[in-house]
């Protein structure tokens, strides 16, 4: 099984930054990709940024430049840099994990909430 925990969450202020963790355990299992996820009230939940264990990565259109994802195969640790923050990133942030055999597993969520 596949046990993700994550950290990092917060309050901060536009422009301001903030760095999530999710780190990945248990046996049994063959990490793909991990990624991170996004919820905001009222809206669907969205991909935000996915990174592949040889290092590829795709981001939301909304976060280009601003996010980076990045991960740490030895740890099963994927982490998400999000500088210049927006009122409209505002929303609770799951890490997903892909992998054999178990497919997608998530993360109990974090809540970045953006606010002057």
């Known amino acids: 099984q596949v046990q993700l925990v994550e950290s990092g969450g917060g309050l901060v202020q536009p422009g301001g930054s903030l760095r999530l963790s999710c780190a990945a355990s248990?046996?049994?299992?063959?990490?793909?990709?991990m990624g991170w996820y996004r919820q905001a009230p009222g809206k669907e939940r969205e991909m935000v940024a996915e990174?592949?264990?040889?290092?590829?990565?795709n981001y939301a259109d909304s976060v280009k430049g601003r996010f980076t994802i990045s991960r740490d195969n030895a740890k099963d640790t994927v982490y998400l840099q999000m500088n210049s923050l927006k009122s409209e990133d505002t929303a609770v942030y799951y890490c997903?994990?892909?992998?054999?055999?178990?497919?997608?597993?998530w993360g109990q969520g974090t809540q970045v909430t953006v606010s002057s």
């Open positions: 997903n994990v892909y992998s054999r055999p178990y497919r997608h597993t």
């Open positions: 248990g046996s049994g299992f063959s990490i793909n990709a």
């Open positions: 990174i592949t264990s040889g290092g590829m990565t």
